[in-house]
């Protein structure tokens, strides 16, 4: 399965400023999704990562606020914009390849804002 | 839309102790089903998957899983839990009503083994 590599690991920022995620992964895949787990919580999907086009972003999620850009099939990177605290969570990466339904994870960004 | 439900938040268990984890869907139609699992510290990995066929799947560690349709369940079990399999375990079903297949999670049961 695709390796997949994010950064940073971790970050602690201050209220109202912006942190961009990346998202770097080692094959080419087709599909690429942004996920966040706030404490104590389950997998959120946030948006759906499209190639050369905007993202598919889920209910409650908006594109202001959670920039994405995928501008090939490896590379995507995740912005949290105009941070608050309630957004402190784990932002993950996950990629499907071509071929069934299984999707991969990488180990996440975990974010603390202050 | 389709959505998982997890009935189990915290389970404790001495080792060598029988686990089911419960895990329900919400419709019917094609299903895909996952369980995931994120040991203390490790990103999400795969313990197994159902997308047809025998029912009675087999994963990594010694886990099963039996998909039961007429119940829309998916309940993970394992025989003898060991104190390594402390985890957080996610059962994860594909959404496939919208433009994209979507990946939606339970709320996750936190297992805890004692030795």
């Known amino acids: 399965s695709a390796v997949i590599s994010q950064k940073p690991s971790r970050d602690i920022c201050q209220r109202g400023t912006s942190l961009t995620i990346q998202c770097q992964v080692d094959s080419q895949v087709t599909m690429m999704f942004w996920y966040r787990q706030q404490p104590g919580q389950s997998l959120t999907l946030i948006a759906t990562a499209n190639q050369g086009s905007e993202a598919t972003y889920e209910s409650g999620f908006v594109i202001d606020k959670f920039p994405i850009s995928r501008p090939n099939l490896t590379f995507s990177t995740l912005t949290v914009s105009n941070m608050s605290p309630e957004d402190s969570s784990i932002y993950l990466c996950?990629?499907?390849?071509?071929?069934?339904?299984?999707?991969?994870f990488g180990a996440g960004s975990r974010l603390t804002v202050l | 839309a389709q959505s998982v439900s997890q009935h189990n938040h915290h389970v404790i268990l001495s080792e060598a102790a029988s686990l089911e984890l419960g895990c329900n869907y919400s419709y019917g139609g094609t299903v895909n089903l996952f369980w995931y699992v994120q040991y203390p510290g490790q990103h999400l990995q795969l313990l197994l998957k159902y997308f047809s066929g025998d029912p009675l799947v087999k994963g990594i560690k010694g886990f099963e899983a039996e998909f039961i349709k007429s119940k829309f369940s998916f309940n993970l079990r394992k025989p003898s839990v060991q104190w390594s399999d402390t985890a957080e375990y996610f059962c994860a079903v594909i959404d496939f009503g919208g433009a994209t297949n979507k990946l939606i999670f339970g709320t996750g049961t936190l297992l805890a083994v004692q030795p």
């Open positions: 996950s990629v499907k390849s071509s071929g069934a339904n299984v999707l991969t």
